[in-house]
């Protein structure tokens, strides 16, 4: 929803703010899977780019795990 974008965004300002890399890669993970699953125009090109970008974040710390989730909804959003 346009509603949890803007919370998504929000959170996204503070933690950049904050310097706060892990909180980032999460958040931008999820604003990802957000944009993928909907239909707006634009919306699977951004949604890349914040999971691309939370992939490198989590790489760059040793988040494996985050790292692994991001792999496999990227390979859904770049499969459809």
């Given at each position: 929803s346009?509603?949890?974008?803007?919370?998504?965004?929000?959170?996204l300002e503070?933690?950049?703010?904050?310097k706060?890399?892990?909180?980032e890669?999460?958040?931008?993970?999820?604003?990802?899977?957000?944009?993928?699953?909907r239909?707006?125009?634009?919306?699977?090109?951004r949604?890349?780019?914040?999971?691309?970008?939370?992939?490198?974040?989590?790489?760059?710390?040793?988040?494996?795990?985050?790292?692994?989730?991001?792999?496999?909804?990227?390979a859904?959003?770049?499969?459809?």
């Amino acid at each position: 929803s346009e509603e949890a974008e803007q919370w998504f965004a929000r959170a996204l300002e503070t933690e950049e703010k904050l310097k706060a890399p892990p909180l980032e890669a999460r958040t931008r993970f999820w604003l990802g899977r957000l944009l993928l699953s909907r239909e707006a125009p634009g919306d699977r090109d951004r949604g890349r780019r914040h999971l691309d970008r939370s992939l490198q974040i989590a790489s760059d710390l040793g988040m494996s795990v985050l790292a692994a989730e991001i792999r496999a909804v990227g390979a859904v959003g770049r499969a459809a």
